[in-house]
């Protein structure tokens, strides 16, 4: 049974950083791609950025240059770099894994399997 489980959130200033973690277990990810998401209350989960089992990423706009997803097979873990927080980063962040294949980056029907979400609040 595949699990994921994110650590890393937690109460930062804006302008702070954080780094999220995922950990894979029940299946090695060295093949799979691996994608975070948030949701903010009220609001629609959202694609953060992806990587690929080439290690090649692919982010939103909305998180391009201050978000970064790096992974280590070895340890069968994501990571999420996040740097200069802002308020609307506020959200419920997610990890979630999936089979390269014809959905595009930043959609949910391509992701098999989901962690249990991490809190991350910026305060302004």
């Known amino acids: 049974q595949v699990q994921l489980v994110e650590s890393g959130g937690g109460l930062v200033q804006a302008g702070g950083s954080l780094r999220l973690s995922c950990a894979a277990s029940?299946?090695?990810?060295?093949?799979?791609?691996l994608g975070w998401f948030r949701q903010a209350p009220g609001k629609e989960r959202e694609f953060v950025g992806r990587?690929?089992?080439?290690?090649?990423?692919y982010y939103a706009d909305s998180v391009k240059g201050r978000f970064t997803i790096s992974r280590d097979n070895a340890k069968n873990t994501v990571f999420l770099q996040m740097n200069s927080l802002k308020s609307e980063d506020t959200a419920v962040y997610y990890c979630?894994?999936?089979?390269?294949?014809?959905?595009?980056?930043?959609?949910?029907?391509?992701?098999?399997?989901w962690g249990q979400g991490t809190q991350v609040t910026v305060s302004s």
């Open positions: 979630a894994l999936g089979r390269s294949g014809s959905y595009a980056a930043d959609d949910r029907r391509g992701y098999d399997y």
């Open positions: 029940g299946r090695a990810i060295s093949n799979d791609k």
């Open positions: 990587i690929r089992r080439s290690g090649s990423t």
